[in-house]
C-alpha cells in the first residue's frame, strides 16, 4: 500500500471514529476543545516538531527559550480556557477549598522558581504546567464531568494512535528516529521517544478498555457498538510491543490487572484494608531500590538488567550532587545547574527517571510532602468514587495505581505530561460547582421551607437518600404547585 492511500485511509477511519462517537453518546462540546488540544500536544509532541522527522523531534530540547509556536498556543489555550471560566458561574471558594492542596502544591512550585538558578525560565515552565488546572477545571465545571474525561481522552486516543501507526509503517522517517549516542532505531510515532509513545499506547489502551468493559456495558454492549474501539485497542497493545518501554507495559498490564479485580466482591469488601497495600508497595520499591539482590530476582522476571537500564545509578549520582535536601534547587531547575551537567555528560539524560527523586532533587522535601498529601487526597477521591460504584471510579483505579508504579522508573510529575495531569484531575475530582440560584429560583425555595409543614424535612435535605428522594421529591411539587395558585 502507498504512503498517500494508507494516510487516506486512516484519516478517513479517524474522521469515522469522530462522527460515530458524536451520533452513538454526545457531541463534543465546544469549550472542551481547548482540553482535547491541550492534551492532544503533551500526548504526543511538540507543534512545532509535529512534521518533522522522528530524529529531530527526539532531539528537541528546547531548554531555555522553548518553541515559539508551542509556547503561543500554549498561552492561546490558558488564555480561552480562563475566559470559558469566567463565563461560568462557578463557586471558587468551595472550588478552593476541595482543590487546596493540588493548589498548595503549585503554589510552593511557584515560590520554588525564586531560588532557581535560572528563574525566568523556571517561572515559564511553571506557568504551562499550571495551565494544567485551567484545563482540567474547564473538564470539571462541564454539566457532565465523567462524559467530558471520556469524550477529551478518548478522541485524543482516536487521534494518536491510529496516526502513529501511520507514521511508523509508512513514514519512517516520521515515527523513528535513530538515537543520538547509539545510532540505534527506534519507534516514536506520533510522539518524541519510545518511551512517550509507551505511555501513550499505555494511557489509550486503559481508556478503551474502560470504554469497552465499563461503560458500554451501560449503553448496550454489542460486537457493532465495540469493535472500532477494539480494533484501535490492538494498535495500542502493537505499539506497546513496538515501543520496548517495559514500564508502560508493565504498568499497562498492572491497570488490565486492577480493573477485572474491581469486579470482584473481595476487592469491593476489602476496599478500605487497600490502604496497607500502598505501604507494602512502598516497602517493596525501597527494597527493590536498595537491595541489589532483589533487583536482580525482579529485573531477571522482567528481561532487564540489575541497573534498570542505568537507572540506579543515575538516581545515585543525582543524590551525590548534594542539593538543598528542603527546599531543592526550584521547580524543575535541577537540570539546568552545574551540578547536573556531569550526569548530563555521562548518562545523557534530560531527567532522572524516577518521579519521586525528581521532585525532592528540584523542590526538595518540602515539596515531596506536598506531592504525597496531594497523592493523598487523589487516592481518597478515588475511592470515594468507586465505593459509590460510580462509572468514573474504575478509570480511576486503574490509572491511579498504575500511575505510582510509573513514577518509580519514569517521571510524570510536573512536566506538562498526561499522566501527572490525570493525578491533578483525580485531586480536584468532586469539586462542589453548582451554578448559582437566580434570583427568582431562591425566593421560590425559601418561600417553600418557610411554608414547609413542620413534620416534613426541609427542601433538599435528602436529595442523597435514594429511596425518599422520589417521596419527598413529589411531595414538593404538589406543595409549591399550592404555594404558586
Given at each position: 500500500?502507498?504512503?498517500?492511500?494508507?494516510?487516506?485511509?486512516?484519516?478517513?477511519?479517524?474522521?469515522?471514529?469522530?462522527?460515530?462517537?458524536?451520533?452513538?453518546?454526545?457531541?463534543?462540546?465546544?469549550?472542551?476543545?481547548?482540553?482535547?488540544?491541550?492534551?492532544?500536544?503533551?500526548?504526543?509532541?511538540?507543534?512545532?516538531?509535529?512534521?518533522?522527522?522522528?530524529?529531530?523531534?527526539?532531539?528537541?530540547?528546547?531548554?531555555?527559550?522553548?518553541?515559539?509556536?508551542?509556547?503561543?498556543?500554549?498561552l492561546?489555550?490558558?488564555?480561552?480556557?480562563?475566559?470559558?471560566?469566567m463565563?461560568?458561574?462557578?463557586?471558587?471558594?468551595?472550588?478552593?477549598?476541595?482543590?487546596?492542596?493540588?493548589?498548595?502544591?503549585?503554589?510552593?512550585y511557584?515560590?520554588?522558581?525564586?531560588w532557581?538558578?535560572?528563574?525566568?525560565?523556571?517561572?515559564?515552565?511553571?506557568?504551562?504546567?499550571?495551565?494544567?488546572?485551567?484545563?482540567?477545571?474547564?473538564?470539571?465545571?462541564?454539566?457532565?464531568?465523567?462524559?467530558?474525561?471520556?469524550?477529551a481522552?478518548?478522541?485524543?486516543?482516536?487521534?494518536?494512535?491510529?496516526?502513529?501507526?501511520?507514521?511508523?509503517?509508512?513514514?519512517?522517517?516520521?515515527?523513528?528516529?535513530?538515537?543520538?549516542?547509539?545510532?540505534?532505531?527506534?519507534?516514536?510515532?506520533?510522539?518524541?521517544?519510545?518511551?512517550?509513545?509507551?505511555?501513550?499506547?499505555?494511557?489509550?489502551?486503559?481508556?478503551?478498555?474502560?470504554?469497552?468493559?465499563?461503560?458500554?456495558?451501560?449503553?448496550?454492549?454489542?460486537?457493532?457498538?465495540?469493535?472500532?474501539?477494539?480494533?484501535?485497542?490492538?494498535?495500542?497493545?502493537?505499539?506497546?510491543?513496538?515501543?520496548?518501554?517495559?514500564?508502560?507495559?508493565s504498568?499497562f498490564?498492572?491497570?488490565?490487572?486492577?480493573?477485572?479485580?474491581?469486579?470482584?466482591?473481595?476487592?469491593?469488601t476489602?476496599?478500605?484494608?487497600?490502604?496497607?497495600?500502598?505501604?507494602?508497595?512502598?516497602?517493596?520499591?525501597?527494597?527493590?531500590?536498595?537491595?541489589?539482590?532483589?533487583?536482580?530476582?525482579?529485573?531477571?522476571?522482567?528481561?532487564?538488567?540489575?541497573?534498570?537500564?542505568?537507572?540506579?545509578?543515575?538516581?545515585?549520582?543525582?543524590?551525590?550532587?548534594?542539593?538543598?535536601?528542603?527546599?531543592?534547587?526550584?521547580?524543575?531547575?535541577?537540570?539546568l545547574?552545574?551540578?547536573?551537567?556531569v550526569?548530563?555528560?555521562?548518562?545523557?539524560?534530560?531527567?532522572?527517571?524516577?518521579?519521586?527523586?525528581?521532585?525532592?532533587?528540584?523542590?526538595?522535601?518540602?515539596?515531596?510532602?506536598?506531592?504525597?498529601?496531594?497523592?493523598?487526597?487523589?487516592?481518597?477521591?478515588?475511592?470515594?468514587?468507586f465505593?459509590?460504584?460510580?462509572?468514573?471510579?474504575?478509570?480511576?483505579?486503574?490509572?491511579?495505581?498504575?500511575?505510582?508504579?510509573?513514577?518509580?522508573?519514569?517521571?510524570a510529575?510536573?512536566?506538562?505530561?498526561?499522566?501527572?495531569?490525570?493525578?491533578?484531575?483525580?485531586?480536584?475530582?468532586g469539586?462542589?460547582?453548582?451554578?448559582?440560584?437566580?434570583?427568582?429560583?431562591?425566593?421560590?425555595?425559601?418561600?417553600?421551607?418557610?411554608?414547609?409543614?413542620?413534620?416534613?424535612?426541609?427542601?433538599?435535605?435528602?436529595?442523597?437518600?435514594?429511596?425518599?428522594?422520589?417521596?419527598?421529591?413529589g411531595?414538593?411539587?404538589a406543595?409549591?404547585?399550592?404555594?404558586?395558585?
Amino acid at each position: 500500500m502507498s504512503p498517500p492511500l494508507a494516510a487516506c485511509l486512516f484519516v478517513g477511519f479517524i474522521i469515522w471514529l469522530f462522527r460515530r462517537d458524536s451520533q452513538k453518546v454526545n457531541p463534543m462540546p465546544y469549550a472542551l476543545w481547548v482540553p482535547f488540544i491541550w492534551i492532544g500536544i503533551n500526548a504526543s509532541r511538540a507543534l512545532a516538531y509535529w512534521f518533522s522527522s522522528g530524529t529531530a523531534a527526539s532531539e528537541a530540547t528546547d531548554i531555555s527559550e522553548g518553541s515559539f509556536i508551542d509556547r503561543n498556543v500554549y498561552l492561546f489555550l490558558i488564555a480561552v480556557g480562563m475566559v470559558i471560566l469566567m463565563r461560568r458561574r462557578i463557586e471558587w471558594g468551595k472550588v478552593i477549598i476541595n482543590c487546596r492542596w493540588l493548589l498548595a502544591l503549585y503554589a510552593y512550585y511557584l515560590l520554588s522558581v525564586a531560588w532557581s538558578e535560572n528563574p525566568f525560565v523556571a517561572f515559564k515552565r511553571w506557568f504551562k504546567d499550571a495551565g494544567d488546572i485551567v484545563v482540567i477545571l474547564v473538564i470539571l465545571t462541564e454539566k457532565e464531568p465523567v462524559d467530558a474525561i471520556r469524550a477529551a481522552f478518548i478522541r485524543c486516543a482516536y487521534l494518536l494512535v491510529p496516526l502513529s501507526v501511520l507514521f511508523i509503517k509508512w513514514y519512517p522517517t516520521l515515527g523513528r528516529y535513530t538515537h543520538r549516542y547509539t545510532y540505534q532505531t527506534y519507534y516514536c510515532g506520533i510522539t518524541t521517544n519510545k518511551n512517550a509513545l509507551g505511555v501513550l499506547a499505555m494511557l489509550s489502551g486503559l481508556f478503551l478498555l474502560w470504554q469497552i468493559v465499563e461503560v458500554y456495558r451501560q449503553r448496550g454492549r454489542t460486537l457493532a457498538n465495540i469493535w472500532p474501539d477494539l480494533v484501535v485497542l490492538s494498535m495500542c497493545v502493537w505499539l506497546l510491543n513496538l515501543a520496548g518501554s517495559v514500564t508502560a507495559s508493565s504498568c499497562f498490564f498492572l491497570g488490565v490487572l486492577i480493573l477485572f479485580l474491581t469486579r470482584l466482591q473481595w476487592f469491593r469488601t476489602n476496599l478500605m484494608s487497600l490502604g496497607w497495600s500502598v505501604a507494602g508497595i512502598a516497602v517493596l520499591m525501597l527494597a527493590f531500590t536498595l537491595s541489589p539482590g532483589v533487583r536482580g530476582v525482579v529485573a531477571g522476571v522482567l528481561g532487564r538488567d540489575v541497573t534498570l537500564t542505568d537507572r540506579t545509578l543515575i538516581w545515585e549520582e543525582a543524590l551525590k550532587a548534594n542539593t538543598n535536601p528542603i527546599i531543592g534547587c526550584g521547580f524543575d531547575s535541577f537540570w539546568l545547574t552545574s551540578k547536573a551537567n556531569v550526569l548530563i555528560e555521562v548518562f545523557h539524560v534530560p531527567h532522572s527517571h524516577n518521579g519521586y527523586l525528581e521532585t525532592y532533587l528540584n523542590t526538595g522535601w518540602i515539596g515531596v510532602v506536598l506531592l504525597l498529601v496531594m497523592l493523598f487526597s487523589a487516592g481518597q477521591n478515588v475511592v470515594a468514587q468507586f465505593s459509590r460504584g460510580r462509572l468514573i471510579g474504575y478509570l480511576f483505579m486503574m490509572i491511579f495505581w498504575s500511575g505510582l508504579v510509573f513514577n518509580y522508573t519514569e517521571v510524570a510529575f510536573s512536566r506538562s505530561n498526561v499522566l501527572g495531569l490525570l493525578f491533578s484531575l483525580m485531586a480536584a475530582y468532586g469539586i462542589v460547582v453548582p451554578p448559582k440560584t437566580p434570583l427568582e429560583a431562591r425566593i421560590v425555595t425559601d418561600q417553600c421551607n418557610a411554608e414547609w409543614p413542620v413534620n416534613f424535612p426541609p427542601v433538599g435535605e435528602y436529595e442523597n437518600e435514594p429511596r425518599m428522594s422520589n417521596i419527598w421529591s413529589g411531595l414538593r411539587i404538589a406543595h409549591r404547585s399550592a404555594v404558586a395558585e
